[in-house]
Nanobody, 125 residues
Framework: QVQLVESGGGLVQAGGSLRLSCAAS????????MGWFRQAPGKEREFVAA????????YYADSVKGRFTISRDNTKNTVYLQMNSLKPEDTAVYYC??????????????????WGQGTQVTVSS
């Protein structure tokens, strides 16, 4: 089993930055594709970013491309989401997720089997 714990959320003004961290335990996730998703009140969970287990490939939702950067440090068993130029519409609970070992990277939540509890990000205008 893989346990994921997100941190780094908070309240920030529009235009500001936050860095979310996702610390994994239970297994080494260096061979797992990892993703970030978010869910705003009254909306469905949506894809934000993903990174391949080899860290050679990243994917982003169009709404965050150029502003957010996903990265991983396999020595720390941690995945990050650097969020810059934040907008009020980025307000949501952000979730970290892990797919199966050595599987392909996906934008679809159904391809991820392990989820964190989420961290709240609130962007004020």
């Amino acid at each position: 089993q893989v346990q994921l714990v997100e941190s780094g959320g908070g309240l920030v003004q529009a235009g500001g930055s936050l860095r979310l961290s996702c610390a994994a335990s239970g297994r080494t996730v260096g061979s797992y594709p990892m993703g970030w998703f978010r869910q705003a009140p009254g909306k469905e969970r949506e894809f934000v970013a993903a990174i391949s287990w080899g860290a050679g490939t990243t994917y982003y939702a169009d709404s965050v491309k150029g502003r957010f950067t996903i990265s991983r440090d396999n020595t720390k068993n941690t995945v990050y989401l650097q969020m810059n130029s934040l907008k009020p519409e980025d307000t949501a609970v952000y979730y970290c997720a892990a797919g199966e070992a050595y599987s392909s990277t996906s934008r679809y939540s159904g391809q991820y089997h392990y989820w964190g509890q989420g961290t709240q990000v609130t962007v004020s205008s």
